[in-house]
DNA sequence: ATGTAAGTAGAACGAGTGGTCTACTTCCTG
DNA sequence: CAGGAAGTAGACCACTCGTTCTACTTACAT
């Protein structure tokens, strides 16, 4: 069996892998999974996961990669529905709402992943930094088109609050946390309340 | 060498145990530290450990206790510096932000610790309710005594915006974070800007 | 047709995991 | 003074960890 090709270019397996791998590590944690479970789930063989990566903690990266990858897509397909930057913002904040109630309820996988690397200058954390980079940057260049007064801010208070909403829906369930949080988003954002 | 007891009545031997687990736990992660570590820097042997604590996650649940134990005795003293609410406000906010900064650099225990426990009805993940719970509870109390027209939701803000400054703190730095939750928690607190 | 890259299958590695056990010592308490 | 709880020291358990390896197969590209 040659390079089993997916549509987007990548192997199957190596898709499989990190498929497993993102499922177990959310559900579960990192450390808490061994390479052993994610193989077996991914009916993939030791060997062939070698293959394809280094090692585990590669692994890892690419789980948070595919996060990563998701949540800005759910930007740029939020930017192909309205171009009006306070409307733009409306979406986010009920994206982001969505996004924990259904999606992320067991917590922000960054953070999470953070949780269980100490190291500040690991692939993990630097993947993480580069994600909350990204994402403060995005919510700064939306407020900025909204007219934002002061937006570096704004974006600052959206990360915290965003970051808030992920381990309270977690720990104290989102129904308790949702209230709070879409009305200190809307304030933030200087939307009306 | 019988029970060497401490002034506190507990076994010193047990209280080394704690405070090693306390500091590597917290500093590299739960399932990053293994039993050999503990007792290593406890400078005491594997037959002690199990003499005092059935296991690792018993051990585990201590460190969480002694977090939490540090917390309140924080309020407590708070609570014996002024009777006024609102000038206790501005001490535990004070306080929150001065934890962060020095203290509790790699995060909230209690959030770290539930990123690695995903079952929610194990021994650590209840000790992280109960922590919360007591903290919500404290915060509403405290707003109720101030005249806060609505506490619950205020208590509710003020527990997610210190979530959130425990993670951005560790992950982008505390004197970025710093001035959005000084603002944010004076503000749900009811207090002047 | 054949070479090569990607796959399966599974044994083996050393290190580390949490936990148990035995043998001996120390020192407080009844 | 005797008993017992708490301590040290260290061997040992079965298991899991991440990783490496050999041997064989499959299928695409030249």
Redesign the interface.
């Known amino acids: 069996m040659a390079t089993r090709t997916t549509s987007a270019g990548t192997s199957v397996a190596r898709e499989k892998l990190v498929a497993a791998a993102s499922d177990l590590f959310y ?3 990192i ?2 999974v061994g390479v052993d479970r994610i193989i077996g789930e991914a009916g993939v063989t030791r060997a062939t996961f070698y293959r394809h990566f280094p090692g585990k903690e590669d692994l890892v990266e690419a789980y948070l990669d595919v996060e990563d990858a998701n949540i800005r897509g759910a930007f740029e397909r939020a930017g192909e529905v309205t171009d009006d930057p306070d409307q733009l913002l409306e979406l986010v904040i009920e994206g982001l709402a969505d996004d924990v109630a259904r999606l992320h309820t ?2 922000c996988p ?3 992943a ?5 190291e500040a200058d690991s692939g993990v954390r630097v993947a ?2 580069e994600h ?1 980079d990204w994402f403060r940057g995005t919510l700064e260049a939306l407020l900025t088109a909204a007219g934002n007064p002061d937006p570096a ?1 704004a974006a ?2 959206l ?3 965003r ?3 992920m ?2 829906g ?3 369930g989102w129904e ?2 949702r ?3 879409v009305d ?1 988003a809307r304030r933030a954002a200087g939307l009306a309340a």
Chains 1, 2 share one sequence.
């Open positions: 559900r579960e944690g450390h808490a067991r917590g960054f953070i999470n953070a949780a269980e690397y100490p993480v930094g909350r801010i600052g208070q990360v915290l609050v970051d808030a909403a381990v309270g977690y720990l104290d308790r946390v209230p709070a949080f200190a």
